[in-house]
Nanobody, 123 residues
Framework: QVQLVESGGGLVQAGGSLRLSCAAS????????MAWFRQAPGKEREFVAD????????YYADSVKGRFTISRDNAKNTVYLQMNSLKPEDTAIYYC????????????????WGQGTQVTVSS
């Protein structure tokens, strides 16, 4: 059974940093792209960043480019999201997700999802 388990969320002041982790288990993810999405209250879930397991290829939403960094540790089957210079508008539940690397970067393309971790940025 595939599991994605996020951790690392919390409350931080604006300008601060957090690092989210996503531990993956239950299958081989070599052919998958791992992504982070977020959903703020009353808003749709939106893409944040993604990374391929098999290549150092990353992609970011414009809203987080230059502030967030996605990375992975293949040995630990874990994906990270380092979030710096956090803003109140980054407040959301952050979800880890996985899609086959050949699939487009759409919400519906992701086969597996974690339960989410809350990030709250105070002003």
């Amino acid at each position: 059974q595939v599991q994605l388990v996020e951790s690392g969320g919390g409350l931080v002041q604006a300008g601060g940093s957090l690092r989210l982790s996503c531990a993956a288990s239950g299958r081989t993810f070599a052919s998958y792209t791992m992504a982070w999405f977020r959903q703020a209250p009353g808003k749709e879930r939106e893409f944040v960043a993604d990374i391929k397991w098999s290549a150092p290829s990353t992609y970011y939403a414009d809203s987080v480019k230059g502030r967030f960094t996605i990375s992975r540790d293949n040995a630990k089957n874990t994906v990270y999201l380092q979030m710096n210079s956090l803003k109140p508008e980054d407040t959301a539940i952050y979800y880890c997700a996985a899609r086959n690397k050949l699939q487009p970067r759409l919400l519906s393309s992701h086969d597996y999802w974690g339960q989410g971790t809350q990030v709250t940025v105070s002003s």
